[in-house]
């Protein structure tokens, strides 16, 4: 009897033990966790505002292909089709369309992209990579004038 109740003493002491064990490997990791799934939303951000740029510039380039679009019809398209996200960054050739016909057009648009990851900001500030906490998403589409 006396050996069957060191022997249950010591299993009980050893799952009081795996227990804490397992809470502090639990407070070490959400915090990693934690950045982790922040970041994975930061990236699937980027490439969602990449496939509205793209998007935008594909419309506006659409709209470029008409002799008779002017610019502002263009960069408008190129907005709208961005929900006000996009910036209609260039047409070229910046010229009348009437003159052009059977010549590539290119349309490029843009955003002024900003992480939302705590920290990260300032580290991509500081290597180089963002420039005052943005990073510039560009899309460019080039079709033929009709």
Excluded at 16 to 41: H, N, T
Excluded at 65 to 86: E, Q
Excluded at 106 to 130: D, I, N, R
Aim: net charge positive; with cysteine; aromatic share 6%.
């Amino acid at each position: 009897m006396a050996v069957g109740n060191i022997v249950r003493r010591l299993r009980r002491r050893r799952a009081e033990r795996s227990r804490g064990q397992a809470m502090v490997e639990l407070a070490l990791m959400v915090p990693l966790l934690a950045v982790m799934l922040v970041l994975i939303f930061d990236f699937s951000r980027v490439l969602y505002h990449s496939l509205i740029l793209a998007n935008a510039a594909r419309d506006g380039s659409w709209v470029a292909t008409d002799a008779a679009a002017t610019n502002a019809d263009i960069c408008a398209r190129v907005v709208a089709s961005a929900n006000g996200l996009a910036v209609c960054e260039s047409i070229t050739p910046n010229v009348d369309r009437i003159y052009n016909q059977g010549l590539p057009v290119v349309v490029k648009a843009s955003y002024l992209f900003t992480p939302l990851t705590p920290g990260l900001k300032e580290t991509l500030t500081t290597l180089g990579v963002l420039s005052g906490g943005t990073y510039k998403l560009e899309q460019s589409v080039q079709m033929v004038i009709l």
